[in-house]
């Protein structure tokens, strides 16, 4: 059973900083790519940044320049630095890692974390 362990949310005032983490384990052979979505109240979920395991990334463009993600390979985990928050980026943040499980098995699975809430607000 494949987990992903979302830590690092909390509240935060307008222009300060926050840093997500999600560990995966479970039954992983290897990971494509990981990333973090999130939904705010009455809104859709939507990309926030995605990272391959060849360290390419991608941003939505009302977070482009202020977040950040990384990830470390071996310990199955990416990372979501955000810097100079604004009330809008509150939402509940989600961790998703599309992976295979096996060397032999060529299909991609997709789970996602349990979720960790970022609030911004003065």
């Known amino acids: 059973q494949v987990q992903l362990v979302e830590s690092g949310g909390g509240l935060v005032q307008p222009g300060g900083s926050l840093r997500l983490s999600c560990a995966a384990s479970?039954?992983?052979?290897?990971?494509?790519?990981m990333g973090w979505y999130r939904q705010a109240p009455g809104k859709e979920r939507e990309l926030v940044a995605t990272?391959?395991?060849?360290?390419?990334?991608k941003y939505a463009d009302s977070v482009e320049g202020r977040f950040t993600i990384s990830r470390d390979n071996a310990k199955n985990t990416v990372y979501l630095q955000m810097n100079s928050l604004k009330p809008e980026d509150t939402a509940v943040y989600y961790c998703?890692?599309?992976?295979?499980?096996?060397?032999?098995?060529?299909?991609?699975?997709?789970?996602w974390g349990q979720g960790t809430q970022v609030t911004v607000s003065s």
């Open positions: 990272i391959t395991s060849g360290g390419n990334t």
């Open positions: 998703n890692a599309e992976y295979l499980k096996s060397r032999w098995d060529t299909r991609t699975f997709r789970s």
């Open positions: 479970g039954g992983i052979f290897s990971i494509n790519s």
